[in-house]
């Protein structure tokens, strides 16, 4: 039950940092918006996805365990990161999209996050990512 909690606590963050996004750059690019906000959010939880598993890589690297080979592992992440996007895509585009924004209105006031810090926060999180690959 727990997990389950911890799940939709962290969609609900990424609902809000898509609509961020999205409400941005909607009124200066208003088609593409949408696009730049999904691009965001996928790239984001890429980049996680990244960085918890070149952690977990590291730290199986230093228990002296050898769980699957490198390419084993970059073909399961380029599967997540697809899996991801398509996701996402599905999330925020059309009908759910429309229906996860009135929810959100409705129960509270949409939180407004700087721009410069939601890019700042994804290049910071890539940064990591390639950083600790190299020490690896």
């Not at 918006?33 to 918890?52: D, G, K, R, W």
């Not at 977990?56 to 084993?72: D, H, Q, R, V, W």
């Not at 759910?96 to 910071?124: F, T, V």
Request: overall charge positive.
């Amino acid at each position: 039950m727990c997990g389950f909690s911890f799940i939709i606590l962290f969609m609900t963050i990424f609902d809000s940092l898509f609509f961020n996004v999205f409400h941005h750059y909607k009124p200066k690019y208003k088609r593409k918006a949408n696009t730049i906000a999904l691009c965001y959010v996928s790239m984001l939880q890429i980049s996680l996805l990244l960085f918890s598993g070149v952690v977990l890589a590291i730290f199986l690297n230093e228990m002296n365990t050898t769980t699957m080979s490198s390419e084993k592992a970059w073909s399961l992440f380029i599967m997540g990161s697809i899996f991801i996007h398509f996701r996402n895509w599905m999330q925020y585009t059309g009908k759910k999209r429309s229906i996860i924004n009135a929810k959100r209105n409705r129960k509270q006031l949409p939180q407004h996050y700087n721009i410069w810090m939601l890019w700042a926060l994804l290049i910071g999180c890539l940064f990591l990512s390639v950083s600790f690959l190299f020490v690896m």
